[in-house]
């Protein structure tokens, strides 16, 4: 990175810390930062639309669409959600590939699960075995965002069910003594109205959704914590520039900060963007403000 | 093979009893459920042992989160923070490194090297800060009438806490701590996917289910099977707080009492 980094061994303290900062690995240890981010700015709307969907199912006339929709929102009560995660990953590739299986080579006879094993024909391989790296990696990368996304989608939808019941009986009444049918009085008023009663549910969510960013670990994405494990492990000289002891114990303690540094910007993020929003408002908070400034 | 003998062989496995191997191929439903239900015992062991200490460092710590003197405050408030702001997966790899290292210090720190002692101490830990901040939110929402009430009797210090403060913050605690306590079992299935070696594959619920996902490449029958126990191990533990929050309310008119309603969980 730097010019005095030619050589290694003849470099001290700061230097040499600075030249071990830059190497290539840790570059890539700075990218997987970028990919939880990304994985965040992914997911958080996709979870929302997922929960969006659910909790509207949930409350619909329908009866099998609602039962899909509690299902869906009560099937997160009571499991581990690191089950839910090593599940969906295998699941998800395998309803894909078998999808694609039944799609592009419908004359195959042979069983697709024979014993221990999964067995598709060659064209619907998800990615195709030809493929270059980088598509196995982005690949997983999806998998990995449709999982949080589907995990997280319960958890919104349950917020967003609260959220919809929580909006005044007498504002849908009004609408509906308006002659607005059940699809309008859905949209025009029930959907503006309930996102501040949604607030506080979805600020926490999005606080537990940072916490679950490490698990990507779990699902195979080479993420900070892999790297973390990666680069802090006791280096010989024989192998590298830089030897040094098992470091392990920094690197995680420096993920530990990162985190703590994360969700501390995103509280103070979130309370403003609350106390915008409840400014004015008929609620406990709002009349809180009201009270505070008189 | 029947399916007692696989139970003879298999129900203590995780603990390292009985058979050695674990089944390689031919794997049977019966095999499958009796090695997952085995790994329970781990779960619930974290769970039982991480509550049950928890319970007391929680109470302490809410005390000096509420407490004036910003010598016990400020430590409580830091380590609330410290344990609430940031992953527990990332939590269990710094405390394994950082037992690995104290290893070289003195071999008294050997143990906590393992599942069992190291995994409990991230856990109690955390349980502390998680439940320390619900009993902080109580201790807070205590009826100003209760404690001019204890003024009055002229309790003061150790019986007021014990007769009055106590007893009232446990009550309305007592909804939400039910949730960290399912949401604390949850979580034990973190230990063994975090640095904490299991040896001789001496593994929890979910290390087991991730063993068969991963040997017939088939995750509609484990993960099932897990799903199933930690919905009768949830359906327990409300049950037995529920017993517990009746006894807090039994003071109360039957029309006052609120039955105990738990809400859905979400990842720490």
């Known amino acids: 990175m730097f010019s005095f980094c030619s050589d290694p061994a003849a470099l001290e303290g700061v230097q040499w810390l600075s030249c071990y900062l830059t190497t290539g690995k840790h570059m890539s240890m700075y990218w997987a930062v970028g990919t939880v981010l990304l994985l965040l700015s992914i997911t958080a709307p996709a979870a929302l639309a997922f929960g969006f969907a659910g909790a509207s199912a949930a409350r619909s006339n329908v009866a099998p669409l609602r039962w899909i929709g509690k299902t869906y929102i009560a099937v997160v009560r009571g499991i581990p959600d690191i089950a839910f995660f090593l599940f969906f990953v295998i699941a998800l590739d395998q309803a894909f590939e078998y999808i694609r299986h039944r799609i592009k080579c419908p004359d195959w006879d042979a069983a697709v699960r024979q014993g221990n094993d999964f067995i598709v024909c060659a064209a619907a391989k998800l990615p195709l075995g030809n493929a270059p790296q980088w598509v196995h990696e982005v690949y997983g990368f999806m998998l990995a965002v449709l999982t949080f996304a589907i995990v997280f989608g319960a958890f919104a939808a349950n917020v967003l069910f609260g959220a919809m019941r929580a909006v005044p009986k007498g504002q849908l009444e009004t609408a509906e003594a308006y002659g607005m049918n059940h699809r309008q009085t859905f949209w025009r008023i029930l959907v503006p109205q309930m996102w501040v009663y949604a607030l506080p549910g979805l600020s926490n969510l999005w606080m537990v959704l940072i916490k679950a960013t490490p698990l990507l670990f779990l699902l195979g994405v080479e993420d900070i914590v892999y790297w973390a494990r990666e680069l802090g492990g006791a280096k010989q000289p024989r192998f590298t520039d830089y030897p040094h002891p098992d470091w392990r114990m920094w690197y995680f303690a420096a993920l530990l900060v990162f985190y703590l540094c994360f969700t501390k910007v995103s509280e103070v993020v979130l309370d403003r963007i609350m106390a915008r929003l409840t400014h004015g408002q008929a609620t406990a908070a709002g009349e809180a403000q009201r009270k505070a400034a008189a | ?268």
């Open chain 2, 1 to 268: 093979m029947s399916c007692w003998e696989t139970i003879a062989d298999y129900a203590l496995r995780s603990q390292g009893i009985g058979e050695r191997l674990l089944p390689r191929t031919d794997f049977t439903l019966c095999q499958q459920f009796t090695l997952i239900g085995s790994g329970m015992i781990w779960n619930i062991y974290f769970g039982v042992l991480a509550l049950c200490s928890g319970f007391f460092l929680a109470t302490a710590v809410a005390m000096g989160k509420a407490a004036r003197n910003p010598l016990y405050r400020k430590p409580a408030e830091w380590f609330i923070f410290i344990f609430r702001g940031s992953p527990l997966f990332i939590q269990f790899f710094f405390a394994y490194f950082v037992f690995l290292s104290l290893k070289d210090v003195s071999s008294f720190f050997n143990p906590l090297t393992s599942a069992w002692a190291g995994a409990l101490v991230v856990l109690f830990l955390n349980t502390a800060a998680y439940s320390g901040e619900i009993f902080y939110g109580a201790l807070q929402s205590i009826p100003k009438g209760d404690t001019e009430a204890a003024d009055a009797y002229g309790l003061s210090g150790w019986s007021r806490f014990r007769r009055v403060i106590w007893p009232t913050m446990l009550r309305l605690a007592w909804p939400a701590y039910t949730n960290e306590a399912i949401f604390l079992f949850h979580a034990t299935t973190l230990v063994f996917f975090s640095g904490f070696p299991a040896t001789q594959q001496r593994g929890d619920a979910l290390y087991y289910a991730n063993y068969f996902a991963d040997k017939t490449f088939n995750p509609f029958i484990p993960y099932p099977i897990l799903a199933g126990y930690f919905i009768v191990l949830t359906l327990i533990v409300i049950g037995l707080f529920g017993l517990v929050n009746s006894r807090l309310n039994r003071h109360l008119p039957p029309e006052r009492r609120k039955p105990l309603k738990v809400r859905p969980q979400i990842i720490r």
